[in-house]
């Protein structure tokens, strides 16, 4: 089972600053299956990267992903107050699927 | 656009099993290239992937729970269900159903584009 780490686990920001999460994979994991989603409270999490670097529809360019082999970010340019929120990292290259444990970004 | 709802007892007690359904909506079900899937979340063990249902009735299940996992289809209410049984309560969860990509060249299943909102589950007696 490939296992995911996330750091920062707590990232405090303020509104326009730039923000960068990490995860880690135990494995090697092609970018082509990798993919990164935000959650806010009480709601479903939401996919916003997939292929490491690929936009999901309706997700402003303020999002974006890159990395290879076991490293991959997510950065958000300028957050918005609507950015607070957790982000998990996804690897889909092998099962079992997994999930990283979540960095939460807040103020 | 594709719409998944979650429905089921939101109370299962313990030794028992868990059955829930989602429903799709918007869209159809039996579309090529969407497996349809279902993810747990527990303040314990973070978001778990439990497993996935093409329309046409092929699975993958997590490893640690396919012993008490099933998945099944029904293309004719546009609904996909899963049992699990011998619940405990380290099954306590927010359950999620979800779209899920599938990559045909290489046989994996993929990220999930779409989700249901959850639905809370409490194992108790």
């Known amino acids: 089972e490939i296992v995911l780490t996330q750091s920062p686990g707590t990232l405090s920001l303020s509104p326009g600053e730039r923000a960068t999460l990490s995860c880690r994979a135990s494995?090697?994991?092609?970018?082509?299956?990798f993919a990164w989603y935000q959650q806010k409270p009480g709601q479903a999490p939401r996919l916003l990267i997939y292929g490491a670097s690929s936009r999901a529809t309706g997700i402003s360019d303020r999002f974006s992903g890159s990395g290879s082999g076991t490293d991959f970010t997510l950065t958000i340019s300028r957050l918005e107050p609507e950015d607070f929120a957790v982000y998990y990292c996804?690897?889909?290259?092998?099962?079992?699927?997994?999930f990283g444990p979540g960095t939460k970004v807040h103020i | 656009q594709v719409q998944l709802q979650e429905s089921g007892p939101g109370l299962v007690k313990p030794s028992e099993t868990l059955s829930l359904t989602c429903t799709v909506s918007g869209g159809p079900i039996s579309s090529s290239g969407y497996y349809w899937g279902w993810i747990r979340q527990s303040p314990g063990k973070g978001l778990e992937w439990i497993g996935s249902?093409?329309?046409?009735?092929?699975?993958y299940y997590n490893p640690s729970l396919k012993s008490r996992v099933t998945i099944s289809v029904d293309t004719s209410k546009k609904q996909f269900s899963l049992k699990l049984t011998s619940v405990s309560a380290a099954d306590t969860a927010v359950y999620y159903c979800a779209r899920q990509t599938y990559y045909y060249s290489s046989g994996s299943l993929g990220y999930m584009d779409v989700w249901g909102k959850g639905i809370t589950v409490t194992v108790s007696s």
């Open positions: 249902i093409y329309f046409s009735g092929s699975t």
């Open positions: 996804q690897q889909y290259v092998s099962s079992p699927l997994t």
């Open positions: 494995q090697t994991v092609s970018s082509d299956y």
